[in-house]
T-cell receptor, first 113, second 116 residues
Framework: DTGVSQDPRHKITKRGQNVTFRCDPI?????LYWYRQTLGQGPEFLTY????????KSRLLSDRFSAERPKGSFSTLEIQRTEQGDSAMYLC???????????FGPGTRLTVL | AQTVTQSQPEMSVQEAETVTLSCTYD???????LFWYKQPPSRQMILVIR??????QNATENRFSVNFQKAAKSFSLKISDSQLGDAAMYFC?????????????FGKGITLSVRP
């Protein structure tokens, strides 16, 4: 068990560019979550998957955001046409079951210039 | 919609002393789970303690314990014998127990500093 990993850890991009983040959950976990955290705030839910099915999306997830979890393993979060307001830490978490502990990854810090 | 409120943005405690972090929540559900997560500076979030709403007994994990008051919708974290490594941001979080809604709802967090 190597924990939840995320790549890259840091990403700096210019406004208008597309970015993609990857999350590798703990291997036996069927649920995978994406959260966004801005400085000094708690994480806010974006979306989650059970296996390969995306079951819920937050209203925070505009049409510029898309997430996938092919084959129920790793997940990607893509942001198209980035805006400065997208600058945040993007956290991935995984769990086995619906209300068990969610294990968090180290996050990807996005800076949009 | 469920909400989680942490009204104290910062707290400080002397090493070896006890500190209590406050959290209130609002929900119309009867079945839910509450968590305290710790986020050290530049490190990933880890679970400190978990409480099932249907359990009357307060959860305890070594130096960490909670005071769960279901009627008052209050869920405070007590840290005993504080250590320098306890310095971090602490988040209170809620999750619906029905399984239909799996997202964690977090409070804004509290920054705890530990004085040597």
């Amino acid at each position: 068990d190597t924990g939840v990993s995320q790549d890259p850890r840091h990403k700096i991009t210019k406004r208008g560019q597309n970015v993609t983040f990857r999350c590798d959950p703990i291997s036996e976990h069927n649920r995978l979550y994406w959260y966004r955290q801005t400085l000094g705030q708690g994480p806010e839910f974006l979306t989650y998957f059970q296996n390969e099915a995306q079951l819920e999306k937050s209203r925070l997830l505009s049409d510029r955001f898309s997430a996938e979890r092919p084959k129920g393993s790793f997940s990607t979060l893509e942001i198209q046409r980035t805006e400065q307001g997208d600058s945040a830490m993007y956290l991935c978490a995984s769990s086995q079951g619906s209300h068990n502990e969610q294990f968090f990854g180290p996050g990807t810090r996005l800076t949009v210039l | 919609a469920q909400t989680v409120t942490q009204s104290q943005p910062e707290m400080s405690v002397q090493e070896a002393e006890t500190v209590t972090l406050s959290c209130t929540y609002d929900t119309s559900e009867s079945d839910y789970y509450l968590f305290w997560y710790k986020q050290p500076p530049s490190r990933q979030m880890i679970l400190v303690i978990r409480q099932e709403a249907y359990k009357q007994q307060n959860a305890t994990e070594n130096r960490f314990s909670v005071n769960f008051q279901k009627a008052a919708k209050s869920f405070s974290l007590k840290i005993s014998d504080s250590q320098l490594g306890d310095a971090a941001m602490y988040f209170c979080a809620y999750i619906d127990g029905s399984g239909a809604n799996s997202k964690l709802t977090f409070g804004k967090g509290i920054t705890l500093s530990v004085r040597p």
